[in-house]
């Protein structure tokens, strides 16, 4: 009986590296969200060793219904971030959407109505940032600025810098997404398919591939027949409409338009997307990072709160948080890079 040899490594030295090269790994590459959810279980952990009684399960829901809205933001900031974009008008888009929201059914309309309603707005309005920044070939940064304070204007006119009160608090709206399943509150749920939802968009499909492709290199993909104009629009618009969900879980749950909510989120929900693993650079990114990262900074806040912290003090912990994190996600990013390499950091 004959016994199959291996086959012999070629004998040139090109081939000799092609040969190796289609040889398995032993050692598999680190997933890029492993390094932010290891440092949210680790924070998770570590403050309930000093303090058990943040482990309790109301407590972590609790926290984790708080981080929902921004986070909600960050996952949709993924792709406009993926692009080289950076969307600054979701906090007035999610503050505006919480106002109309509220007027449309405090006048007559019925509440899933006006849901559409708000998510339509949201989504439109995302998308005319993306075409201004486009044909106009201004920043970003600086249209959704304009477009953030032109929201919030036109949020504070509309409920006349009143709560918007008086809504049909035992309608459906109210009960179902301000309320609970499995002992989770809906919100919840609804942010944990989003995520899902959007990492599958953004690793599995063509507009996924696109965004990476675009925000690697802009020029070689407009070069190469991708149509750069249309898949920008449809990022920010995205992250529109995700800051439109977020408003409508809000309006849902504290049954009121403020239309002072949601100040600050924007950055938030950039630090939260960059501390997950999505570079200002582009190209790259991660939806269940930006979330993990949404949580590790939800954990900070109510940390603080179990240690006592002055309220004064509160946002400059979470900014030294912020500060650290991004600094130290270049230096894991490339431990990383490295092990995966096979090669000593």
């Known amino acids: 009986m004959s016994v199959r040899k291996p086959a012999a490594e070629p004998a040139s030295e090109n081939d000799r590296d092609a040969f190796r090269a289609r040889r398995p790994r032993g050692r598999r590459p680190i997933p890029d969200e492993a390094g932010v959810v ?5 924070l998770v952990l570590g403050v309930g060793l000093l303090q058990p009684d ?19 933001m960050a996952c949709g900031m993924v792709f406009a971030l993926a692009m080289r974009e950076v ?4 906090g007035g888009m999610y503050a505006m959407g919480v106002v109309v929201g509220a007027l449309l059914i405090r006048d007559g309309w019925n509440p ?4 559409l309603a708000v998510l339509a707005l949201s989504a439109f309005v995302g998308a005319l940032n993306g075409a201004v920044t486009t ?8 249209v959704t600025l304009a477009t953030s304070m032109l929201l919030r ?12 009160t008086d809504l049909p608090q035992d309608h459906a709206f109210f009960t179902v997404l301000g309320g609970g399943s499995l002992g989770v509150p809906n919100a919840v749920w609804v942010f944990a398919l989003a995520v899902v939802a959007l990492t599958v968009v953004f690793t599995r499909t063509r507009f996924g591939a696109r965004v990476r492709a675009i925000g690697s290199n802009p020029e070689a993909a407009e070069f190469g027949g991708l149509p ?16 439109g969900i977020a408003a409508v879980l809000a309006l849902a749950f504290f049954i009121a338009g403020d239309p002072t909510i949601g100040q600050g989120y924007e950055l938030t929900a950039i630090a939260a997307a960059i501390i997950g693993g999505t570079p200002l650079k582009g190209g790259t990114g991660s939806v269940l990072g930006a979330a993990a990262g949404t949580l590790i900074l939800g954990v900070v806040t109510a940390a603080l709160v179990f240690f006592e912290v002055p309220i004064n003090w509160t946002t400059f912990a979470t900014g030294g948080v912020i500060l650290v994190a991004v600094g130290a996600a270049p230096l894991l990013r490339r431990v990383r890079d490295l092990r995966s390499s096979g090669r000593n950091p």
């Open 38 to 42: 290891g440092v949210l279980i680790l």
């Open 54 to 72: 943040f482990l309790r399960t109301g407590n972590l829901l609790t926290t984790a219904h708080n981080s929902v809205y921004v986070g909600l």
């Open 87 to 90: 969307d600054l008008s979701v």
């Open 112 to 115: 899933w109505a006006a849901v």
């Open 135 to 142: 044909y106009l070939r201004l920043p970003s940064f600086i």
């Open 153 to 164: 204007g036109v949020g504070l006119a509309l409920a006349e810098g009143r709560q918007i």
């Open 228 to 243: 750069v104009t249309r898949t920008r629009i449809a990022a920010l618009a995205l992250s529109g409409l995700m800051a």
